[in-house]
Nanobody
Framework: QVRVVESGGGLVQPGGSLRLSCAAS????????MGWYRQAPGKERDLVAQ???????NYADSVKGRFAISRDNAKNTLYLQMNTLRPEDTAVYSC????????????????WGQGTQVTVSS
């Protein structure tokens, strides 16, 4: 069974930093794109950043220059370094991973983690 689990959330003051991690575990063949999303209270879930297997990245305009997405393919782990945090960054942050269970599978399936709360407040 494939699991995707986030960690690293918490309470931080404005201007502070946090590093989120997202680990995929279980039996599977390969992981394609991975990404971070966030959902603030009363709002829809939005893309924060994405990264391909080869390291190509894509960021939401609101986090460009402040957040950095990276991945360790050997550890099946995704990271999000968040700097210069603002109160408007407060949200539940979730990661996803597109995974093939078997080399025989034709398509990748998207798996989601449960999310981790990030609160930016003084």
């Amino acid at each position: 069974q494939v699991r995707v689990v986030e960690s690293g959330g918490g309470l931080v003051q404005p201007g502070g930093s946090l590093r989120l991690s997202c680990a995929a575990s279980g039996r599977f063949f390969s992981i394609s794109d991975m990404g971070w999303y966030r959902q603030a209270p009363g709002k829809e879930r939005d893309l924060v950043a994405q990264i391909s297997t080869g390291g190509s990245t894509n960021y939401a305009d609101s986090v460009k220059g402040r957040f950095a997405i990276s991945r360790d393919n050997a550890k099946n782990t995704l990271y999000l370094q968040m700097n210069t945090l603002r109160p408007e960054d407060t949200a539940v942050y979730s990661c996803n991973a597109r995974i093939k269970i078997s080399f025989l599978d034709r398509y990748y399936v998207t798996y989601w983690g449960q999310g981790t709360q990030v609160t930016v407040s003084s």
